[in-house]
């Protein structure tokens, strides 16, 4: 996939998981603060979103409870991989998060983790958790599209 400036932009992993438990009211691209071995992980798709959010500590966004597998060749230079990681983002970025999520039921799911330019990126949603009803209207309403593609086939 291209974006505008024509560099290309290689997925490594997606949370499956957030467009079922939330409804993604926007996105923003953030960059991460990685050690070395960290980056070789995640072009080797070593690494986890399900459990992670983010949150703003002072004029930071830190990621929490994404999980990188520790590299295979590391040494002693492999970190814990459930630490906290910095996102870069601008002050104003920053400060347009900090007034969405003050809302009660927002809050900043990573969505996927992709290189850009060789640079890791993170697509950071803010989200507002679906209702066990919202979340059977889309089954029921997924399942209805689905035999209607089926009908239209035969």
């Known amino acids: 996939m291209a974006d505008k400036e024509g560099t290309a932009e290689r997925v490594v992993a997606t949370n499956r998981k957030a467009r079922h438990n939330y409804t993604v009211l926007d996105t923003l691209e953030a960059g991460l603060v990685l050690t070395g071995t960290e980056v070789k992980s995640i072009r080797q798709a070593n690494v986890n979103l399900a459990e992670g959010y ?81 979340r059977r209207h889309d089954i029921a309403k997924r399942e209805a599209e689905r035999s209607i593609r089926r009908m239209l086939r035969r």
Do not use: M
């Open 54 to 134: 983010a949150h703003i500590k002072g004029n930071e966004v830190w990621l929490i409870g994404v999980h990188v597998s520790p590299y295979k060749q590391g040494t002693i230079s492999n970190v814990d991989p459930l630490r906290e990681r910095k996102l870069l983002l601008h002050r104003k970025e920053i400060r347009r998060l900090l007034s969405q999520t003050s809302e009660k039921g927002v809050t900043l799911i990573p969505l996927k983790i992709f290189f850009k330019a060789n640079k890791a990126k993170l697509l950071l949603g803010i989200c507002r958790g679906k209702r066990e009803y919202d």
